[in-house]
């Protein structure tokens, strides 16, 4: 299986950056689409972002739009995930996932392998 290792979370305050990484481990070989989804205190966790294997596609929720870029680095078996202008309202868990594939999907039942999270805080 993938195992998925996520780091780079903490505390900014709102209008700073944040850069996620997301470090694979594994079965790692062939086509997969890696993303970010996050989940905040009592809501369900929501896709961010999502990049396929070649980097070429990549697409995120209207939310992070012009905010936050994705990026992977196969070489380095790492997703990441820039957090440019943070807001309050982007605190949450933020969890790595991957799914076998080219198709990039945005629910969380279409990734089977999940990182354990990490938390980004943003303070006003």
């Known amino acids: 299986q993938v195992q998925l290792v996520e780091s780079g979370g903490g505390l900014v305050q709102a209008g700073g950056s944040l850069r996620l990484s997301c470090a694979a481990s594994g079965r790692t070989s062939g086509s997969y689409v890696m993303g970010w989804f996050r989940q905040a205190p009592g809501k369900e966790r929501e896709f961010v972002a999502a990049i396929n294997w070649s980097g070429r596609s990549a697409y995120s929720t209207d939310s992070v739009k012009g905010r936050f870029t994705i990026s992977r680095d196969n070489a380095k078996n790492t997703l990441y995930l820039q957090m440019n202008s943070l807001k309050p309202e982007d605190t949450a868990v933020y969890y790595c996932?991957?799914?076998?594939?080219?198709?990039?999907?945005?629910?969380?039942?279409?990734?089977?392998?999940w990182g354990q999270g990490t938390q980004v805080t943003v303070s006003s």
């Open positions: 996932a991957a799914r076998i594939g080219a198709t990039i999907y945005s629910r969380t039942s279409d990734y089977p392998y």
